[in-house]
T-cell receptor, first 113, second 114 residues
Framework: GQQVMQIPQYQHVQEGEDFTTYCNSSTTLSNIQWYKQRPGGHPVFLIQLVKSGEVKKQKRLTFQFGEAKKNSSLHITATQTTDVGTYFCAGRTSGGSNYKLTFGKGTLLTVNP | KAGVTQTPRYLIKTRGQQVTLSCSPISGHRSVSWYQQTPGQGLQFLFEYFSETQRNKGNFPGRFSGRQFSNSRSEMNVSTLELGDSALYLC?????????????FGSGTRLTVV
């Protein structure tokens, strides 16, 4: 079945440093979504990428979707303590009625003030 | 508008018992998905309902079941509970079956099986 791998599993940074998490799928994706889960909270939708090579920005966050639509990345510039949490990617394959999202295991980001 | 509401928030059950969890999606959302979240396995897909029909099912044993009502509210049931069923169960609703506007998750039900 479809697998979505995410690395690294953990990342600890000093406040102000950059952070990147990578997501790789075993199959071509129709779209990929990113979520953030704060400690003790629930996942919150950040963004969806659909087009090959797409790049979207949200303030200090930059999301990319690979040309082959099998990988994606989330980059945070100049991290802040409010960025702490687990970042999940979730990929969806196309075709038929199989719309389920497959989540990566997430990258836990901790930020040292 | 109100978010996704899951009840109860916490639950402690004994092995062998059964449990029913409830999820009320955002008004107008007809798609409801259920996920099991554990520290080791991350978010594991259980099933998805749309217009009262199960559209997708994950790789969980038949002890896990669900349903969706005409008002889009959903329930999931776990029978013959095992210690390994201890987890955070998250419900997510979306406007469309392909969740092209993203999922909105509830706060979850923390199930502990003792």
């Amino acid at each position: 079945g479809q697998q979505v791998m995410q690395i690294p599993q953990y990342q600890h940074v000093q406040e102000g440093e950059d952070f990147t998490t990578y997501c790789n799928s075993s199959t071509t994706l129709s779209n990929i979504q990113w979520y953030k889960q704060r400690p003790g909270g629930h996942p919150v939708f950040l963004i969806q990428l659909v087009k090959s090579g797409e790049v979207k920005k949200q303030k200090r966050l930059t999301f990319q979707f690979g040309e082959a639509k099998k990988n994606s990345s989330l980059h945070i510039t100049a991290t802040q303590t409010t960025d702490v949490g687990t970042y999940f990617c979730a990929g969806r394959t196309s075709g038929g009625s199989n719309y389920k999202l497959t989540f990566g295991k997430g990258t836990l980001l901790t930020v040292n003030p | 508008k109100a978010g996704v509401t899951q009840t109860p928030r916490y639950l402690i059950k004994t092995r062998g018992q059964q449990v029913t969890l409830s999820c009320s999606p955002i008004s107008g959302h007809r798609s409801v998905s259920w996920y099991q979240q554990t520290p080791g396995q991350g978010l594991q897909f259980l099933f998805e309902y749309f217009s009262e029909t199960q559209r997708n099912k994950g790789n969980f044993p038949g002890r896990f079941s669900g349903r969706q009502f005409s008002n889009s509210r959903s329930e999931m049931n776990v029978s013959t509970l095992e210690l390994g069923d201890s987890a955070l169960y998250l419900c997510a609703s979306s406007l469309r079956l392909d969740s092209s506007y993203g999922y909105t998750f509830g706060s979850g039900t923390r199930l502990t099986v003792v």
